[in-house]
């Protein structure tokens, strides 16, 4: 069945950065579209990055423009997200995910912890 692993989250200052990993198994990887999501206290899963099976055309929220970068390795069935500039409401549970059909995504079940402040 589809896993999906997240890591790399931690506590930093505003202005730091961060990188994300998120492992994938039980599913073809280099296939997938996979995607970025975040949940902020006491908020709902907002969108953050979505990028295609090959690597390329990555899209991104708003407030990630600029700051935040997708990227994957199918090799090692890792997708990533560098987060740079990191703000205090930035602060929220990363989760990656798979895409399955359209408005249907499998999720990753525990995410990782980014907290930003001084």
């Known amino acids: 069945q589809v896993q999906l692993v997240e890591s790399g989250g931690g506590s930093v200052q505003p202005g730091g950065s961060l990188t994300l990993s998120c492992a994938a198994s039980?599913?073809?990887?280099?296939?997938?579209?996979m995607r970025w999501v975040r949940q902020a206290p006491g908020k709902g899963l907002e969108w953050v990055s979505t990028?295609?099976?090959?690597?390329?055309?990555?899209t991104y929220a708003d407030f990630a423009k600029g700051r935040f970068t997708i990227s994957r390795d199918n090799a090692k069935n890792t997708v990533y997200l560098q987060m740079n500039s990191l703000k205090p409401e930035d602060t929220a549970v990363y989760y990656c995910?798979?895409?399955?059909?359209?408005?249907?995504?499998?999720?990753g079940s525990q995410g990782t912890q980014v907290t930003v402040s001084s």
């Open positions: 995910g798979k895409y399955q059909a359209p408005g249907r995504w499998t999720t």
């Open positions: 039980g599913f073809t990887f280099s296939t997938a579209i």
């Open positions: 990028i295609n099976n090959r690597g390329g055309s990555p």
